[in-house]
């Protein structure tokens, strides 16, 4: 019932920026978070950040804070990750989820976007 789409990703090289968006539709007034996820190949998807829709409280991976920002515009159902200094380890597939249950964990989330790839070179 919810849509998610991504959309900013992209090839940028080590201590750069990129701007990631995230697009929800459909029955987002169930949802309790939007978050960020990324995926590297051969390696299992991890938590990035996160916003509790309700209150606008964020939270970061440790390999996200101070340099990640998630930020929202509820008038356009919208989430975004500013992504600044970025480093080679950060090359992943990029994944916006919404949830009800949690904020941090991969099972606490319902609906993903098909994601965005961000190459960062050095």
């Known amino acids: 019932q919810v849509q998610l789409v991504e959309s900013g990703g992209g090839l940028v090289q080590a201590g750069g920026s990129l701007r990631l968006s995230c697009a929800a539709s459909?029955?987002?007034?169930?949802?309790?978070?939007m978050g960020w996820f990324r995926q590297a190949p051969g390696k299992e998807r991890e938590w990035v950040a996160a916003?509790?829709?309700?209150?606008?409280?964020?939270y970061y991976a440790g390999s996200a804070k101070g340099r990640f920002t998630i930020s929202r515009d509820n008038a356009k159902n919208t989430v975004y990750l500013q992504m600044n200094s970025l480093k080679p380890e950060d090359t992943a597939v990029y994944y916006c989820?919404?949830?009800?249950?949690?904020?941090?964990?991969?099972?606490?989330?319902?609906?993903w976007g098909q994601g965005t790839q961000v190459t960062v070179s050095s």
């Open positions: 916003i509790s829709w309700s209150s606008g409280n964020t």
């Open positions: 989820a919404a949830g009800g249950t949690g904020l941090t964990r991969q099972a606490e989330y319902d609906y």
């Open positions: 459909g029955r987002t007034f169930s949802t309790f978070a």
